[in-house]
């Protein structure tokens, strides 16, 4: 029973989309992982100070983000749905066990596709308004996520 | 997979638990088809003029209510979990698609369990904040959600 994930509109979502030649299950299991993710989830030289998942709907995905100079910066939100090695959706706008959170900021998906011995690798930020988008895009959208997804397969290369 | 509903919490929370003499099934049928749902979700004389369901998580869950006086309030939301004859669950936080809701108000969970050849029947509202519930509280959502049960049961036992 997959979700129908909204279409990104380009008005109010930021998609990035990629092939990568790492295999998809690594890339999986790079972001399903605590210990995968804190190498590769924020562009350097912040660092991933914490991470907790719990990988069902309603499940806990929660991430502290530590910039250079050691401030620290929480993120918490919930799984929306996990269907291994193809989609993971999550989103800040519901905590664990879907109550409504404080600040909604955007719900997030990640969609692998095989090709061949590599990986097209996509990931959405769903906004609920023009300047979330927009707030997004000038936090470094295109460049932090994409620095990230080259961590993400440097990380997978050397490990 | 079943989700890790958040627990009640009665600063945040509101909860109403009745044992009712009809069977689950048709409570569950009453809940997820649009043309029994209109017949008792809102307090008479209050009326349904539309409803839309698409029953998965991400998938639209839409009501029109319409007051004695003939004006609309439109709601719209998603469904986040759907377990059938057992548990549903929804929000407004989330638009169809995930999208994060402009004005999150409450997640709804409907739990139900056979209790002999009738239905223990668990609706619950779980609220971001201590002034959203008190505000549905002011709502009347005691008086509210039991006036529709009422409705619900008797709309059963007269179709």
Not at 73 to 83: I, S, T
Not at 128 to 141: A, I, L, Q
Request: charged share 25%; aromatic share 10%; hydrophobic share 40%.
């Amino acid at each position: 029973m997959i979700s129908p994930l909204a279409t990104p509109d380009p008005r109010l979502d930021l998609v990035l989309e990629r092939d990568v030649d790492v295999p998809l299950e690594r890339v999986w299991k790079a972001w399903t992982t605590p210990e995968h993710l804190r190498h590769w989830f924020v562009p350097k030289p912040w660092t991933v100070t914490a991470c907790e998942m719990d990988l069902r709907p309603g499940g806990v995905f929660s991430t502290t983000m530590r910039s250079p100079d050691g401030q620290e910066f929480p993120n918490v939100g919930c799984y929306l749905e996990v269907v291994e090695n193809e989609r993971l959706v999550f989103t800040d706008a519901l905590l664990p066990g879907f109550r409504p959170a404080p600040k909604p900021f955007f719900t997030g998906a990640l969609l692998l596709e095989r090709r061949g011995s590599g990986t097209r690798y996509t990931a959405i930020a769903i906004h609920g308004d023009e300047p979330s988008r927009k707030n997004h895009e000038e936090m470094g959208f295109h460049d932090g996520w994409g620095t990230v997804l080259d961590q993400l397969v440097a990380f997978i290369k050397q490990s």
